[in-house]
């Protein structure tokens, strides 16, 4: 992690905020407001100075009469500098507020199109990380950061010219403090730079190991692992506050660096105006304002210097979050995408398909598997764990794209076609099935957004899940908790089925899908999924072989190959694999 988090620290730069451009471009009006805003105020801010050297002239002079006059103006001067301010927060506020909302519609709408070959290498822990809290700190940047830093740029420019017109002498020593003040920044600034890289990279793996095992807390709990999941946050967490501290240690000694060079300097100059008063070379309200712009001009330098640390931490956020919306995603849509004629039939067709997960290269999950399923066929696939079956499934929802070989759908291949329009014509039923923190109605209703309420209770009957469904507290508007923790495994399951019976598709994908159900509900699912798989295709994935045996084929995948197929009892009959699992599950001694 260490030797990644330094890699990944070295490309960080101030100029990656250029990348925001694109999501601030639509809201030029704002930025035009808001600019306004910033030069008035710091307009009115460099104007002040000069009234108050009149004042002071003007006690020296005897000129009493002007000071209502003067005093009048200073009013003035603060109503104006008031609102100018106040303007330029709303502007730059919104602004900050609405391209951060961009910014995060946009991650996930990137990361919700990625295939899963894409999450095999991030956890999703980090994702939402960079969502949210690499978000914030692009929030502060814009809302806030950049407006001061302008705001300072503008008030060090400007101040600089005045210090020039009030005395050029005096203007002269100050420019001579500028190298000593920009060397601590630089030197400094990069180690800051690489401190603020990895304290985000380690606060990301913090939320990274804390979202898996917070959603895998019952496991953690029934393996008593509770001690040494609390250690490994810990320790993860531990790293987070140190790589935090050495970069609040770098920021503060460059503070402190900064703003005494920058106020010796003051007093330094302050000294020599001083002498220059008492030699009648310039008038005290010069001498003043002088020292005004001086202050001005010192606390514009002090001020950068605290937001090129913020500007730092943004850069890196920003790097981070255009990593994943210019992430090249291993499956594609094809640019010219062919289409389905309609009706689909539901043909499917694998030709000599070689897989390996991009995590396990090595590993050939499929290897040379041809298979054809007719439309309207029911084909299961069977097999020992590992075998290969539920890859099938991944590819023809094209989770994935194989090595080498093609998939078809009613003769098309996948990859010619947009994922979009072929998955509308199948239904997935996974193993693990994904309850919604919903009611039970939406998480139905998930399988086809447009169904009625009878529609979705039909479903529900279909799927044996309507009786449980009715006795929950509020029935089918009852909440059902975050991955359904409210409800058995069955239960669970049934309304995944009851989901994909809804959707309607005219292929219908099966992996396990009464593998949780009792003798009593895998009886009136499987009725449900017989009258179900009626004028469909239908590829069930199954190690209980009791649900298969009438299926029009069987197909036994053993170490990623087609070892056998054809019908439960000619399979039976031919002995081998299948035989042998079948002796296993069918006789008395397979309890």
Not at 15 to 39: D, E, H, N, Q, T
Request: proline fraction near 3%; charge should be neutral; aromatic fraction near 6%.
């Amino acid at each position: 992690m260490a030797e990644a988090v330094e890699e990944r620290a070295k490309s960080k730069r101030v100029g990656a905020l250029a990348s925001l451009w694109p999501f601030v471009r639509p809201y030029r009006g704002l930025v035009v407001l808001a600019s306004v805003a910033l030069v008035l105020t710091s307009t009115v801010s460099l104007v002040l100075p000069m009234a108050v050297r009149r004042v002071v002239d003007s006690f020296g002079a005897g000129e009493v009469t002007l000071l209502d006059t003067y005093f009048a103006a200073f009013l003035a001067i603060a109503a104006l500098l008031a609102l100018g301010t106040g303007v330029r927060y709303y502007f730059v506020t919104r602004l900050g507020e609405r391209v951060v909302a961009d910014i995060r519609r946009a991650v996930f709408d990137k990361v919700l199109g990625m295939s899963p070959a894409w999450f095999e290498r991030i956890m999703t822990g980090e994702i939402v990380s960079r969502i949210t809290t690499d978000t914030t700190l692009i929030l502060s940047v814009i809302g806030s950061s950049v407006s001061i830093a302008l705001r300072n740029v503008l008030t060090l420019v400007g101040g600089m010219a005045l210090l020039a017109l009030t005395s050029a002498k005096l203007a002269g020593y100050v420019l001579l403090l500028v190298p000593v003040i920009v060397v601590p920044i630089i030197v400094l600034g990069r180690r800051l730079r690489r401190l603020s890289r990895e304290n985000q990279d380690w606060i990301a793996n913090s939320s990274g190991k804390a979202t898996e095992a917070l959603g895998a807390v019952q496991t953690v709990q029934s393996f008593t692992h509770e001690a040494g999941t609390k250690a490994e946050f810990g320790e993860v967490t531990e790293k987070s506050f140190v790589s935090a501290q050495e970069r609040i240690a770098t920021r503060a000694v460059l503070t402190v660096i900064v703003i005494f060079l920058v106020f010796a300097g003051v007093v330094g100059v302050l000294w020599l105006g001083a002498r220059d008063v008492r030699n009648g070379v310039m008038t005290a309200g010069e001498l003043v304002q002088f020292v005004i712009y001086a202050v001005l001009v010192a606390g514009a330098v002090g001020s950068l210097s605290e937001i090129w640390g913020e500007l730092q931490r943004a850069a890196g956020a920003t790097e981070r979050l255009v990593e994943i919306i210019q992430a090249e995603d291993p499956v594609n849509d094809p640019a010219a995408p062919k289409t389905l004629a309609l009706p689909v039939q539901g043909a499917i067709a694998l030709e000599d398909v070689v897989f390996h997960y991009p995590s396990r290269p090595e590993y050939r999950a499929l290897n040379g598997i041809s298979l054809s399923v007719a439309p309207g066929e029911t084909v299961a696939l069977v097999g020992p764990s590992g075998a290969g079956k539920s890859t099938v499934l991944q590819l023809l929802m094209r989770f994935y794209d194989p090595q080498s070989g093609l998939i078809r759908l009613d003769g098309v291949p996948l990859a010619d076609l947009r994922r979009e329009d072929f998955r509308a014509h199948v239904a997935l039923v996974p193993q693990d099935p994904v309850i919604f923190a919903a009611s039970a109605m939406e998480n139905i209703r998930f399988g086809r957004p447009g169904a009625t309420d009878a529609e979705v209770r039909e479903a529900a009957q279909a799927a044996a899940a309507h009786e449980f469904i009715a006795a929950l507290p509020q029935g089918y508007d009852t909440w059902l908790g975050e991955r359904g923790v409210m409800l058995s495994g069955g239960q669970k399951q049934r309304i995944a089925i009851a989901r994909a019976i809804l959707r309607d598709a005219r292929v219908l994908l099966l992996d396990e899908a009464t593998s949780a159900l009792d003798a009593e509900s895998e009886r009136a699912v499987q009725e449900a999924v017989d009258l179900l798989a009626q004028g469909r295709t239908v590829l069930v994935v199954a190690h209980r072989l009791a649900t298969v045996k009438k299926a029009d084929r069987i197909v036994v995948f053993d170490e990623g190959r087609v070892v056998a197929m054809g019908r439960h009892d000619d399979l039976v009959a031919e002995g081998g694999l299948y035989a042998r699992l079948a002796k296993l599950q069918f006789t008395d001694g397979a309890a």
